[in-house]
């Protein structure tokens, strides 16, 4: 089944420590996007790729970098992790045309000791 | 600056019955409305959407309505059976976004038998 896949799903790492989380898709779509989403909160968007282009909203922290070498795959890291980027990521895509309607995976759940 | 919000974090209903789901929204530009629902363990999957040109559209057991004048929108489920047991967001889009949605904080479904 076509879909979107992240690694890991559990991802436990120290203060200050690098980190980066993966999501992977079958569906061959051209946007993909990664969202954090903190306890009890709404997800936030914290940027997304057209194809190659590199879209940063505003207030994303600079601590947070994304690379897309091809279009199955797409990479968040964290350079710097503090114990506020604790949060539930997910990764999603949509196709050209149908941006709203959007796949999402499972999640990695981000845990900052 | 949440610009949708649920402001029921949780509803509990009975098998058969219905189902009413509450969103509001501050920004008078977005055109485009969805609602996603989310299974423990696993990414938000898209349930309906509704254009602002609509005040209504239905599929299936799921209709949601738009009121743009009070800048709310609802979601019915009939009727509600325990499989829709789940964590509904609403989210909504400015007009060539790309995607870039904006969420709110989920409600909380449960159906009980």
């Known amino acids: 089944d076509a879909m979107v896949i992240q690694n890991p799903r559990y991802q436990v790492t120290q203060f200050g420590k690098p980190v980066t989380l993966s999501c992977s898709q079958t569906?061959?779509?051209?946007?993909m996007y990664w969202y954090q989403q903190k306890s009890s909160q709404a997800p936030k968007l914290l940027f997304h790729?057209?194809?190659?282009?590199?879209?940063n909203e505003a207030d994303t922290p600079d601590n947070f970098q994304s690379r897309r070498p091809n279009t199955s795959f797409c990479f968040l890291d964290i350079r710097s992790p503090g114990l506020g980027d604790a949060a539930m990521y997910l990764c999603?895509?949509?196709?050209?045309?149908?941006?709203?309607?959007?796949?999402f995976g499972p999640g990695t759940r981000l845990t900052v000791l | 600056d949440q610009q949708v919000k649920q402001n029921s974090p949780s509803l509990s209903v009975q098998e058969g019955r219905i189902s009413i789901l509450n969103c509001d929204y501050t920004?008078?530009?977005?055109?485009?409305f969805l609602w996603y629902k989310k299974y423990p363990a696993e990414g938000p999957t898209f349930l309906i959407s509704i254009s602002s040109i609509k005040d209504k559209n239905e599929d299936g057991r799921f209709t949601v309505f738009l009121n743009k004048s009070a800048k709310h929108l609802s979601l019915h489920i009939v009727p509600s059976q325990p499989g829709d047991s789940a964590v509904y967001f609403c989210?909504?889009?400015?007009?060539?976004?790309?995607?870039?949605?904006?969420f709110g904080a989920g409600t909380q479904v449960v159906v009980t038998p």
């Open positions: 569906l061959n779509h051209n946007v």
């Open positions: 790729y057209y194809d190659k282009d590199f879209n």
């Open positions: 989210a909504a889009s400015e007009p060539d976004s790309w995607g870039k949605l904006q």
């Open positions: 999603a895509t949509s196709r050209r045309g149908s941006y709203n309607e959007q796949f």
């Open positions: 920004n008078s530009m977005f055109d485009y």
